[in-house]
Each structure stands twice: as C-alpha cells, then as structure tokens.
C-alpha cells in the first residue's frame, strides 16, 4: 500500500454525503420491513420486539449487501482508501511494541513499517480532523525520527510493503 494525497473537503464530504444516504437507505427499508413484518407475523397485543429485531436486522444486512455492490465504484477512491490506510495502520499498532524493539536492535524493517505507520496515523488524523491525536502523534513521530538518527536508519515509508507485516507475526 502506498500513501496518497488525498483532499480532505473532497474526502469529508463525501463522507458525510455516504453515511446520510447509508442511513436513509437503512430507515426507509427497515421501517418499511417492521411494517411489514409486523402487519402479517405481528402479535395484535403488543409485544412484537421480535418482529421489529428481524425488520431492523433484515434492513441492515439489505443496505450492507447494496453499499458491497457499488462500493467498488471510482467515487469511492478517497474513501476505500482511508479505510485501507486505517487497516493498515491498525495492523502495526497492533505489534507496534514488537516493532519499536526492533528498532532498538537497528531493524531497518522495522523503521521502514514504523515510518509508514505514523505518515498513515498522521495521514487519518489529519483526514479526521483528530487535531488532539494529530499533535500526540506527531511529538511520538519526533522521537522516532530521532531514535532513526542515532541508529543511522533511513526510515523511508514509500518503501513499506505489507509483506514486511510477516516477521512480526
């Protein structure tokens, strides 16, 4: 996986603009299926939490099966990209200890998946708008950067590949 530039307006609207339809998408089919559900298997007196469980259940897994279908779509470049980038991210902090004691060894492996992990951490935040995380993040970066410095390891994140994720496992 390579890093991106990616426009983070370009990014955050059509991710708000996804989780709206998704959600109106979601409602209109599940309200619809509870109706439904309950018109024909509902208990007149009441007491129909189960009908309206499978109603919300059957919509969710519908508006899930519909978003696999076009999620694969070139409007959704920023956005699987983000995700993949999470993922990515996730897996190295993870064993993000394994591989900071690595790089205490001199593993330039090691400061090759710890670069890529904080462009990518920095990346999201910065796509997130987590400012808070973003400065931690960052300060944590700096002492990584440093700890390279001393151990003359370039630390180059375009040279990440995700095999690389292997010998930690």
């Given at each position: 996986m390579e890093l991106q530039d990616i426009d983070k307006t370009i990014y955050k609207k059509k991710q708000?603009?996804?989780?709206?339809?998704?959600?109106?998408?979601?409602?209109?089919?599940?309200?619809s299926l509870t109706a439904l559900l309950?018109?024909?298997y509902g208990n007149p007196e009441g007491a129909n939490t189960m009908v309206n469980l499978s109603g919300v259940?059957?919509?969710?897994?519908?508006?899930?099966?519909?978003?696999?279908?076009?999620?694969?779509?070139?409007?959704?470049?920023?956005?699987?990209?983000?995700?993949?980038?999470?993922?990515?991210?996730?897996?190295?902090?993870?064993?993000?200890?394994?591989?900071?004691s690595l790089?205490?060894?001199g593993n330039e492996t090691a400061a090759?998946?710890?670069?890529?992990?904080?462009?990518a951490t920095l990346q999201i935040q910065s796509l997130e708008g987590n400012d808070f995380g973003y400065n931690d993040t960052k300060e944590r970066e700096l002492v990584?950067?440093?700890?390279?410095?001393?151990?003359?390891?370039?630390?180059?994140?375009?040279?990440?590949?995700?095999?690389?994720?292997l010998q930690v496992k």
């Amino acid at each position: 996986m390579e890093l991106q530039d990616i426009d983070k307006t370009i990014y955050k609207k059509k991710q708000r603009k996804v989780a709206l339809i998704l959600c109106l998408i979601f409602a209109a089919i599940s309200l619809s299926l509870t109706a439904l559900l309950r018109h024909y298997y509902g208990n007149p007196e009441g007491a129909n939490t189960m009908v309206n469980l499978s109603g919300v259940l059957i919509g969710a897994l519908i508006t899930i099966g519909a978003f696999t279908r076009v999620v694969g779509r070139s409007y959704y470049d920023e956005l699987r990209y983000a995700w993949n980038l999470k993922r990515q991210a996730l897996k190295i902090q993870n064993h993000r200890h394994r591989w900071e004691s690595l790089l205490e060894e001199g593993n330039e492996t090691a400061a090759i998946v710890l670069a890529f992990y904080y462009k990518a951490t920095l990346q999201i935040q910065s796509l997130e708008g987590n400012d808070f995380g973003y400065n931690d993040t960052k300060e944590r970066e700096l002492v990584f950067l440093n700890l390279c410095q001393e151990k003359t390891i370039t630390p180059d994140p375009h040279s990440y590949s995700i095999d690389m994720l292997l010998q930690v496992k």
